[in-house]
């Protein structure tokens, strides 16, 4: 017994400087501004729906990260900092993401306003070499309030049924300035016209809910085409 409370002691002791020597370690951050719009959104906007203001000055901003470089020591971040939790919350591999992250972090949300891109670049200060590229954005997230996860009947986790109509495809499809600027396709890869296909409900927007198609990809689906299981 002795022997193993050693062994694990031992074990419990490299792990513990293991981690502090990697929550010691540190990056040089570059934050370019990729522009600025009015308005972007990744999902079909209702425009019957009267949309409001939920968050200002939501995501990371330069700003914020220009501010912790500056207080850094010959402008190295440690991996420890603050900062990159936030850059973790709200990164994405793509401007879509970028958007999405910052949006689906406030409940009812469907769009930004006063929209900022950026890039963010991590280098290692030994080598030089890139480490990560990521994306992210800043704004002001509009939506719906949501008093409770029950829009139009439907709630989180529950099981629906479609049909992939060709009004469905439409309404599904790429628009040719958020393929420029780099946004994920909305199409939906295998689909056939007027075959029914079954999903879970994983997220509750203003105008359409997050449906994770089975065996299929994730897509955002005007409630009116949607009608719930029997299962």
């Known amino acids: ?23 010691s370690c540190g990056v040089k951050l570059y934050v370019t501004p990729l522009g600025a719009f009015n308005s972007v959104s ?16 939501a995501g990371v901003s330069s700003t914020e990260i220009d501010d912790v470089i500056a207080k850094s020591k010959d402008g190295i ?38 929209v900022r891109f950026y890039q963010v670049r991590e280098i290692d200060p030994k080598n030089k070499i890139v480490n990560k590229i990521t994306f992210i954005s800043s704004g002001d997230i509009w939506g719906q309030k949501v008093a409770s996860q029950n829009i139009k009947g439907f709630k989180i986790g529950e099981e629906i049924i479609f049909v992939y109509k060709r009004e469905l495809k439409k309404a599904l499809g790429d628009n040719n300035l958020l393929v420029l600027l780099n946004f994920r396709s909305k199409i939906f890869p295998g689909g056939e016209i007027n075959k029914q296909y079954q999903g879970t409900i994983t997220d509750l927007m ?12 994730i897509l955002d689906i005007p409630y009116n085409i949607l009608k719930k299981s029997n299962k």
Do not use: C, H, W
């Open 1 to 23: 017994m002795k022997t193993n409370t050693k062994t694990n002691m031992k074990f419990i002791l490299i792990i513990t400087v293991f981690l502090m020597v990697i929550s």
């Open 42 to 57: 990744t999902r079909n906007i209702d425009g019957s729906i009267k949309y409001e203001v939920l968050k200002t000055y």
């Open 77 to 114: 971040v440690k991996k420890r900092n603050r900062i990159f939790k936030e850059i973790n919350k709200f990164k994405g591999k793509t401007l879509n993401e970028a958007v999405d992250n910052v949006v689906k972090n406030q409940v009812g949300g469907e769009y930004l306003m006063n």
């Open 206 to 217: 203003g105008a359409e809910a997050t449906i994770q198609i089975k065996d299929g990809p």
